[in-house]
T-cell receptor
């Protein structure tokens, strides 16, 4: 069955780059997603990548996908205190509308 | 566009009481979902509805029922609340394939005593 794994916690200093990692097991994954959850709020879609792509860049965010190793990463450049949140990785399988989510990585950015 | 809205924001129930969580979306999405979020467990899918008139069980459906009232609204009912159902509940809706990206409501924080 499918499973999505993430490290639980990451701490960085303001201005540094943050890299949040995710691994997934299902080789049928078609899209992979990154969501952000701020305290007391719902999940906000940050970006997604199609499984036949290696990289996607969107302003300060860079998503890298290594399909051979089933490894996904989210890099946040020039991390700000407002980036402190929980980040969720998720995958979808071709033909199914449901997503499988990881347990989330808490990013703490200190001044 | 309000996106996905949920009511209420907070609720406290006694064991055995019933209640319905309401969800509505104004994005004309076909698919809607209910999740629960617990510390250390991530998001777990309770039920989903791929289209108006259909519903399917997710990972943790026991103790819950759902109704897809129309294309906009998808409600979650707890018939006899238990302390194990203390959680934060999120409703979501999704765009059509192939991307299926989901959009989430702000959540309902439920405490069962």
């Amino acid at each position: 069955g499918e499973d999505v794994e993430q490290s639980l916690f990451l701490s960085v200093r303001e201005g540094d780059s943050s890299v949040i990692n995710c691994t997934y097991t299902d080789s049928s994954s078609t899209y992979l997603y990154w969501y952000k959850q701020e305290p007391g709020a719902g999940l906000q879609l940050l970006t997604y990548i199609f499984s036949n792509m290696d990289m996607k860049q969107d302003q300060r965010l860079t998503v890298l996908l290594n399909k051979k190793d089933k490894h996904l990463s989210l890099r946040i450049a020039d991390t700000q205190t407002g980036d402190s949140a929980i980040y969720f990785c998720a995958e979808s399988i071709s033909g199914y509308s449901t997503l499988t989510f990881g347990k989330g990585t808490m990013l703490l950015v200190s001044p | 566009n309000a996106g996905v809205t949920q009511t209420p924001k907070f609720q406290v129930l006694k064991t055995g009481q019933s209640m319905t969580l309401q969800c509505a979306q104004d994005m004309n999405h076909n698919s809607m979902y209910w999740y629960r979020q617990d510390p250390g467990m991530g998001l777990r899918l309770i039920y989903y509805s791929a289209s108006e008139g259909t519903t399917d069980k997710g990972e943790v459906p026991n103790g819950y029922n759902v109704s897809r009232l129309n294309k906009r609204e998808f409600s979650l009912r707890l018939e006899s609340a238990a302390p194990s159902q203390t959680s934060v509940y999120f409703c979501a809706s999704s765009a059509e394939g192939p991307t299926y990206e989901q959009y989430f409501g702000p959540g309902t924080r439920l405490t069962v005593t």
